[in-house]
């Protein structure tokens, strides 16, 4: 179990994993973005999928493949979240197996807000 804690504004870059991962969030809010390769090769490019926009007590999980995202904190404060791996990540030194530049989004699919719980409340 890793906790992580989020600056207002901090985010990762896009990546997928090398296991499966249940994650919850403990205080304030974290957006995720989900993609998927559209083309590989020479042409290889991400569309976005899906947005979550997660508070707290939200719980999400993935596994791989197809667990390419980008997680942010858009703040205005901190946030922690809990993450469970399916991998001794401690003797691995980190979750992520690949991380994916940016020039690979492709910025004309915005994805969908699927489940905004902040709005729902």
Do not use: K
């Amino acid at each position: 179990m890793v906790a992580l804690v989020w600056l207002p504004g901090q985010e990762t870059p896009v990546h997928d994993h090398v296991s499966w991962c249940v994650t919850g969030v403990y205080e304030g809010r974290e957006v995720e973005e989900r993609y998927r390769i559209a083309s590989t090769g020479p042409g290889e490019r991400l569309v976005a999928t899906e947005r979550l926009v997660n508070s707290v007590g939200d719980v999400n999980g993935f596994v791989p493949p197809g667990d390419i995202h980008v997680v942010r904190n858009p703040g205005p404060g901190p946030a922690i979240s809990l993450h469970v791996y399916g991998a001794d990540i401690s003797r691995l030194g980190t979750s992520v197996r690949r991380i994916y530049p940016a020039h690979l989004i492709d910025i004309a699919s915005p994805a969908p807000s699927t489940n905004d719980r902040r709005s729902a409340r």
